[in-house]
């Protein structure tokens, strides 16, 4: 497996776990919770790589999204 392949799951994980806690934790579905982390800001950032953010634990993640994007939960 190289660098790429390693790098894609990971993200791939991290998004799941993501949007699982935002669903558990907002009491919303997941989808709902899916559509709250794929229209953010955030959701870029961490696919492009911009500033490690991607390496953060999901909670911190979650936290930072509900901060800097609180309308994305109305």
Do not use: W
Not at 14 to 26: M, S, T
Not at 30 to 46: C, F, G, P, Q, T
């Amino acid at each position: 497996m190289d660098d790429r392949i390693l790098e894609q799951t990971y993200q791939e994980n991290l998004e799941e776990r993501l949007i699982a806690y935002i669903a558990d934790q907002h009491g919303v579905s997941l989808e709902k919770a899916m559509d709250i982390y794929y229209s953010s800001n955030l959701a870029e950032k961490i696919h492009n790589g911009i500033e490690g953010i991607q390496y953060l634990d999901y909670k911190v993640l979650a936290q930072i999204l509900q901060e800097t994007e609180p309308e994305r939960f109305c």
